[in-house]
């Protein structure tokens, strides 16, 4: 009984062992897990794969100034009763001046008074564009939406700051290690 219970336990071990080093190559041409050197040239993971997807912050996507000046004009249209034809003359201004403006944030050669002097004319050259193509009832409607419009802009900046900072908050309150 001995000797069958020797010569079983021996190839069982055998077995075992053998299942082992055919899962990881052995180490040889690169086979198996981390292959000897470097990053792991086999089918294993190593360290930085474990992280998970490396994810780059990356910025916002820029929407295109045409879709933004769409957007406006046709939250415009009806408050001011435009025609087609000045709700494409205006989105043209629009999407203009917007460009512009994009040149002047990020011109860096202007200090930051100057840009916002520019962008200040530059605002006061657009509404007078806009006011050219608008009849004087008309004008007085543009400029009643754009101080609404500035305050609805006013408020959601406010609400997004207020968001950001309760969320900041909350994570300063409920740090993940506590002393005890």
Do not use: H, W
Request: charged share 30%.
């Amino acid at each position: 009984m001995k000797p069958i219970q020797t010569l079983f336990l021996l190839a069982l071990s055998l077995f075992c062992f053998n299942s082992v080093f055919a899962q990881y190559g052995n180490g040889y041409y690169n086979n198996g897990y981390g292959g000897g050197y470097g990053r792991g040239g086999g089918m294993g993971m190593d360290r930085s794969m474990m992280a998970g997807p490396q994810s780059t912050p990356s910025k916002p996507k820029e929407v295109p100034v045409e879709e933004t000046a769409a957007q406006i004009v046709e939250q415009m249209k009806p408050e001011v009763n435009l025609d087609e034809l000045q709700a494409i003359a205006i989105q043209n201004v629009l999407a203009d001046s917007m460009r512009e403006q994009g040149v002047l944030l990020k011109n860096e050669s202007s200090s930051q008074d100057e840009k916002i002097e520019q962008i200040k004319a530059l605002r006061e050259s657009t509404n007078k564009k806009i006011n050219a193509f608008l009849n004087p009832d008309q004008v007085a409607k543009y400029t009643a939406f754009m101080e609404n419009f500035k305050e609805i802009k006013k408020t959601k900046n406010k609400k997004k700051k207020d968001k950001d900072s309760k969320s900041n908050k909350e994570v300063k309150e409920n740090p993940d290690t506590k002393d005890q």
